[in-house]
């Protein structure tokens, strides 16, 4: 869904400023904070994209199906592969 949105310019005696403004529901779908810093990047002249220099922590896990790995491991071994039904070891490459 897209937000339509005018281009503003002020002009001013010795200079002039561009500017475009969010819409509230957009900005608040992507909880940005006041003062917070993003960078314009150009990808070509049909999209400007807006990317956060510090973008905030996901709240939603990623889930793998099928395998996953074990989070907790004692001190200094690596992770040891899961199925999903909670075995180890996992299945042995066919020929």
């Known amino acids: 869904m897209g937000y339509p ?4 310019l002020i002009k001013r005696q010795a200079s002039e400023q561009w500017y ?3 819409p509230s529901a957009v900005a608040q779908a992507m909880e940005f ?3 917070e810093v993003v960078e314009w990047i150009i990808e070509n002249k049909g999209l400007l994209a807006l990317r956060r ?5 996901s709240v939603l896990e990623k889930k793998r199906r099928g ?4 989070t ?3 001190s200094g071994t690596l992770p040891s592969r ?3 039904d909670g075995s180890a070891g996992g ?3 066919s020929r």
């Open 91 to 93: 299945r042995k490459p």
């Open 20 to 22: 475009i403004n969010f």
């Open 53 to 57: 220099t510090s973008p905030p922590a």
């Open 5 to 8: 949105t005018k281009v503003q």
């Open 33 to 35: 904070e006041r003062g």
């Open 67 to 70: 395998r996953c790995w074990t």
């Open 82 to 84: 899961v199925d999903s």
């Open 72 to 74: 907790s491991t004692p």
